[in-house]
């Protein structure tokens, strides 16, 4: 006779996989830990005093920290209707981090008194203005990733600013950051466990509400649900919960992701099960992540701390819910109709060019000093010009080479918030810088920089290829960037956290500063626009069809895959070399190509020429304005330009 499984054991059995995997690994935790010698008089207290005040409140905070993010993730996930929503991918890790930033930096002795509170106003500050721009949308579910990663964006750029400013108050959030759950008493048990109890409560107590929201908005309202006060409080539960994590042990990240759709593929489908088992997958991973960086010893988890290890989850896990987000179409187009087409943009092009040379003389002879403005002439501007120079040079050379990037972005891939920033091609190079660092401790600019291309190109390439799966489909796309972002800057955390020189060679890196930027940095920034964009006028033809789709392309002729690929490599270096100049977060790359489409260029290759100056123009203002803002101190150019192209985005994104 041939047996059969039950349905509900057949959904139980992951769980128990999980439960047994955590069992075993405990033991092994317990038997392999590190013990004094017994000839010792002390050992034995000693080690009992390891065992009950460091390992067993560990592993119960491990247990409560990642129920408490399951539960959250769970929450998200059913109020939103989003497969893909937790605090990792709304923002909410961010802003929890960035107000914890603020507060270690302005005031330390509060930030001890009151953590909770800080994390959780950032956290719900975050998610607030993710749902304010989505909401338009009916919170569609690419609309709210897209706009969790532009809050991300802003709140890092924000965060790393304030780090580098008050670095002797503010470098250890980004070491707290990396999540790690090292416990020398049961105070954070006693202090998080109450919590989770209280919020899975109240999350028991709102099964109904849930099941309700699972229908659309306007079946809810007519069964008689408060809708808008409904989805407010379980948000408010959601944050809440992922804060009170956040404040106590770092940033955990993507577990809130992991555990309910580990859930969901185990076979859980009602809203009152998965309260359940969302919650304790959440606890397995966590524990069993936790228990195996402890088993790989001291050297494994000071290079990757469990929330490091567990974010690693998080790219893989978004690129494979990829196929179950449906939405609608999100990215703001525009018809050739409604852009206006310039008559002469041959002449148009020269008053660009000749308006990016009015900048440069205004930004090489105009600055503030303790007396007022001056305007540098004679002597004072050649004694001034070995200063101002170079980093001038490297900001226009990185931004036109991030314009031409995003402009081979957004024509190969038809999609107009494509560009090395949104599509992780910029997370990409900085997980290569890392690993050149790990591997090489401190190598030569000619090593680092062949990493970020390496690392680049893989990630241009893996986001092609899993787009073209789905026909490149604008909302898969940038999902998939998203995704390889996530896993990229997951690379770039667990250096971070280290908080040696390394670490802040990252964070420098991460700042876009152009401080330091010197007569190589500019030769390296001429030479590398001139012998990259060369070759692209010659490839106008490739530009203008590939935008049309594969077939038509193949049906003219045009080899789809090779041209693909030369386009790849090219904006794969430029995306590497000026992301090492002027860092990741800058936006130029989507700026740039937008401001030439608005101004009526229509043809790529007067697009791409105003691409160009539009993007130098933009970073070498935004340089200026680094310098002179808040004077004497200097914001980081990458990080300024971040904070101008983050609510551009943003503006871009809140279009019909």
Same mark, same amino acid.
């Given at each position: ?23 075993a690994a405990f033991a092994l935790l317990i038997v392999t830990r590190p013990q004094l010698p017994h000839g010792d008089a002390n050992a034995a207290v000693l080690n009992d005093a390891l065992l009950w005040n460091g390992i067993m409140p560990r592993a119960a905070l ?195 992701? /992991? @555990?309910? =759709?580990? %859930?969901? +593929? *185990? ?7 998965? $309260?359940? #088992?969302? &919650? ?114 490297? /900001? @226009?050379? =990185?931004? %036109?080479? +991030? *314009? ?7 024509? $190969?891939? #038809?999609? &107009? ?79 971070l956290a280290q908080g040696d020189m390394r670490g802040y060679i990252l964070l420098t890196w991460l700042s876009g500063s152009t401080n330091r930027a010197g007569t190589f940095e500019a030769w390296m920034a001429v030479i590398s626009l001139v012998v990259l964009t060369?070759?692209?006028?010659? +490839? ?117």
């Amino acid at each position: 006779m041939v047996s059969r499984v039950r349905p509900a054991q057949s959904a139980n059995m992951p769980g128990m996989i999980l439960a047994m995997l955590c069992v075993a690994a405990f033991a092994l935790l317990i038997v392999t830990r590190p013990q004094l010698p017994h000839g010792d008089a002390n050992a034995a207290v000693l080690n009992d005093a390891l065992l009950w005040n460091g390992i067993m409140p560990r592993a119960a905070l491990a247990l409560i920290a990642g129920a408490a993010l399951g539960l959250s993730g769970a929450l998200l996930q059913r109020v939103l209707r989003n497969p893909i929503a937790d605090a990792s991918t709304l923002g909410i890790a961010s802003g929890a981090e960035l107000a914890m930033a603020a507060a270690m930096s302005f005031s330390p002795l509060l930030v001890g008194l009151s953590r909770e509170m800080a994390a959780f106003g950032g956290g719900l500050a975050a998610v607030a203005i993710v749902l304010a721009l989505s909401w338009r949308r009916g919170l569609d579910p690419v609309t709210v990733a897209l706009s969790g990663m532009i809050v991300s964006l802003i709140a890092s750029a924000l965060s790393v600013t304030l780090i580098l400013s008050r670095g002797e108050y503010a470098m250890s959030i980004y070491m707290w950051g990396a999540g790690s759950l090292s416990q020398q008493d049961w105070n954070g048990v006693l202090s998080l466990g109450p919590r989770l109890i209280l919020g899975f409560a109240a999350a028991l107590l709102l099964v109904r509400p849930l099941r309700i929201l699972a229908l659309d908005d306007s079946g809810a309202r007519s069964l008689g649900l408060a809708l808008h006060s409904t989805r407010l409080a379980i948000v408010a539960l959601a944050v809440w919960l992922a804060a009170s994590v956040t404040s106590e042990v770092g940033i955990i990240g993507f577990l809130g992701l /992991a @555990a309910p =759709a580990m %859930a969901r +593929l *185990a076979g859980t489908r009602s809203s009152g099960r998965l $309260m359940v #088992a969302a &919650p304790l997958t959440g606890a397995g991973l966590l524990f069993l992540t936790d228990c195996l960086t402890q088993i790989l010893g001291p050297s494994f988890t000071d290079l990757a701390p469990t929330g490091a290890a567990t974010a690693l989850l998080g790219g893989p896990l978004l690129l494979f819910l990829l196929p179950r987000v449906h939405s609608v179409s999100t990215v703001a187009t525009q018809s050739v109709a409604t852009l206006k087409r310039l008559t002469k943009p041959l002449q148009a092009i020269a008053l660009l060019f000749v308006a990016l040379a009015l900048l440069f003389t205004v930004v090489l002879t105009l600055g503030p000093a303790e007396d007022g403005w001056h305007v540098a002439t004679g002597a004072l501007l050649s004694d001034l010009l070995p200063f101002r120079l170079p980093r001038t040079i490297v /900001a @226009a050379g =990185a931004g %036109a080479m +991030l *314009a031409a990037a995003g402009f081979i972005m957004q024509r $190969m891939t #038809a999609n &107009p918030i494509a560009s090395p920033e949104v599509l992780g091609v910029s997370g990409g190079a900085g997980a290569g810088l890392t690993i050149a660092l790990f591997l090489f401790g401190f190598p030569s600019p000619v090593i680092m920089l062949l990493a970020m291309a390496l690392g680049a190109l893989a990630a241009f390439l893996a986001m092609i290829a899993i787009s073209a799966r789905a026909q490149f489909s604008p909302e898969r796309m940038l999902l998939a960037g998203v995704g390889i972002g996530a896993f990229a800057m997951a690379i770039v955390t667990m250096v971070l956290a280290q908080g040696d020189m390394r670490g802040y060679i990252l964070l420098t890196w991460l700042s876009g500063s152009t401080n330091r930027a010197g007569t190589f940095e500019a030769w390296m920034a001429v030479i590398s626009l001139v012998v990259l964009t060369a070759p692209l006028p010659f +490839l106008s033809r490739w530009l203008t069809i590939l935008p049309l789709g594969a077939g038509l392309g193949r049906a003219v002729g045009l080899p789809v895959g090779a041209s693909r690929l030369v386009l790849a490599i090219l904006a794969a270096l430029m995306t590497a070399i000026a992301s090492f100049l002027v860092g990741p977060l800058s936006l130029t790359g989507l700026i740039a190509p937008h401001l030439a489409r608005l101004a009526g260029f229509r043809a790529p290759g007067h697009q791409l020429a105003a691409s160009l100056i539009f993007g130098a123009g933009v970073l070498t203002a935004a340089d200026w304005l680094s310098r002179v803002v808040i004077y004497p101190y200097q914001v980081p150019v990458g990080l300024f330009a971040a904070l101008i192209g983050g609510p551009y985005l943003v503006w871009l994104l809140s279009r019909k």
